[in-house]
């Protein structure tokens, strides 16, 4: 699993662990959809925590419950309006509690939840949480709390997240907000707005800050980080993901980094040669695909070619041997044929992935696709191709960790494994996740240790600490 762009976590809850400060007012928040989301609910606690609310696991007890939505595919929000449903019960029992909608389905669905619905008091776009303070004293008031503005220069650069459910080792940072592309299946343009980049400097300040705390690995965020662009007006100099990559890594020797996601069209040279230049760096790259097919790729708008794929995978693989590679895959998108959908396996096979989140499409109202395109595959169709896509990645990653068998790699400890507290459960470089037993009281999660890959199954390495090779 790719821990890097946990699209595991779509539709999942994601709640909020207890806040350090402790006030009157409590908050509950349930994340859903891509780490931006989870990194935006830590922004969200921040403003929060700045008003006088401290966070609350339990959302019975909570004065306001938000949830930070997704809107990438139907399920999402059929899970999401599930769960919406559950929080108004509980209302009823306790009419002062407010409930409010952030994130992409607030976006999407603006005051429609609020008024034909009536499922929240609130509604809050992903470039409106600044105004979460008034709106929730507007709603206490009972007024209607909506706020869906996109901005062209948010990136909330200024603010210190509380961190949420951390394990006080690894932590997201974004580094850009929205996205200019406009991949035809793809609501995000239209739920997250015009691209735009944080300063450098807070980023930069954001990482020194997690390193004084004790945090060992930081994953850079952004739909897109590969374009990440800003100007340093001090200095006259524009500072591109590359440089700030390397701005990141000189932080400390001791800290990971991370990023995600890179489109295939973006990622430089720059960028792989400031990789291979620092060992902190980690060697993972995600580099979703979406599909093998030429053909689909420009109806999806990718503007890149199978042929421009495989040749990128190969530069890395030239540059950075020990590099993983993992993606993303979509079956069924609109007019694909069964030729199409070998394409896409044979590309997995050439590209070798160690992990990909793969999905089959679902048509969301308002994008290009949904505008031009029929939605013409049938679902049974659309279900057996996803499950010939998992089947192979299933052979690749297995494949890929066997060979790790006989390996040794730098491990950075995070927790206890969950299912036996003897072992340590971590991470290589390539963001493989890594199970072996512990061998000595001094041992601590934040702690990097080398393990020799002993055996494996198709998600994990397992193994036995060894001296530094
Ligand atoms: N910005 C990233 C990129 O371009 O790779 C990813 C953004 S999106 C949150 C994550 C993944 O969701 C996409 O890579 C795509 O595979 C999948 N996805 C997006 N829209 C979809 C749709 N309408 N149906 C199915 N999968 C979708
Ligand atoms: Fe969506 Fe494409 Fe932007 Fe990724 S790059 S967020 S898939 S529009």
């Not at 191709?385 to 060979?403: A, M, Y």
Request: one cysteine or more; glycine letters at 6%.
């Amino acid at each position: 699993m790719n821990k890097t762009h946990d699209e595991s976590r779509q539709g999942e809850a994601f709640q909020a662990a207890e806040s350090p400060v402790d006030f009157h007012k409590k908050f509950y928040i349930e994340s859903y959809g891509c780490a931006m989301n989870f990194s935006d609910s830590e922004v969200v606690a921040a403003i929060l925590q700045e008003n006088q609310f401290s966070a609350t696991p339990q959302f019975e007890q909570a004065d306001l419950v938000l949830i930070n939505t997704c809107s990438i595919r139907e399920k999402a929000e059929q899970t999401i309006r599930k769960r919406l449903t559950e929080f108004r019960k509980v209302k009823q029992s306790r009419p002062g509690m407010l409930i409010g909608v952030l994130g992409c389905m607030a976006e999407r669905l603006k005051s429609q939840l609020l008024e034909q619905e009536k499922l929240v008091d609130l509604v809050i776009g992903p470039d409106a949480y600044r105004s979460l303070p008034a709106l929730i004293e507007e709603a206490s008031s009972g007024q209607k709390g909506v706020n869906v503005l996109l901005s062209r220069e948010e990136t909330y650069g200024d603010i210190s997240p509380v961190r949420l459910n951390s394990n006080g080792i690894t932590a997201f940072v974004s580094i850009t907000r929205g996205c200019n592309n406009m991949c035809s299946f793809c609501v995000v343009p239209f739920t997250r707005g015009r691209e735009r980049s944080r300063s450098a400097y807070s980023i930069i300040q954001e990482i020194q800050q997690l390193v004084e705390t004790g945090y060992k690995e930081v994953t850079l965020l952004g739909q897109n980080v590969d374009s990440y662009y800003w100007e340093d007006e001090e200095k006259k100099q524009m500072v591109t993901f590359a440089n700030l990559l390397e701005m990141a890594a000189l932080v400390s020797p001791e800290l990971r980094i991370r990023f995600s996601t890179s489109h295939p069209k973006d990622i430089t040279d720059d960028v792989l040669m400031t990789m291979a230049k620092y060992e902190n760096i980690c060697k993972c790259i995600h580099l979703p695909v979406q599909s093998g097919s030429t053909r689909l790729l420009q109806l999806m708008n990718r503007t890149y070619s199978r042929e421009w794929y495989l040749a990128k995978v190969d530069r890395i693989r030239e540059l950075l041997p020990e590099c993983g590679i993992t993606s993303d895959m979509i079956a069924g998108f609109c007019t694909e044929t069964e030729e199409d959908h070998q394409d896409t396996l044979s590309l997995m096979d050439y590209c070798g992935f160690d992990m990909s989140y793969m999905y089959f499409y679902s048509e969301r109202p308002g994008t290009l696709a949904a505008r031009r395109f029929k939605d013409d595959i049938p679902l049974d169709v659309k279900k057996r191709r996803l499950q010939e896509i998992v089947d192979k990645q299933g052979e690749l990653s297995t494949r890929n960790n066997h060979k790790d068998i006989g390996k040794t790699f730098k491990v950075l400890i995070e927790t206890d494994s969950k299912r036996d507290s003897n072992d340590w459960t971590g991470r290589t470089s390539q963001n493989k996740i890594t199970v072996f037993p512990k061998s000595s009281s001094l041992q601590k999660p934040g702690d990097y240790v080398w393990v020799r890959i002993t055996d494996c199954t198709r998600a994990t390495l397992l193994g036995q600490i060894v001296d530094h090779p």
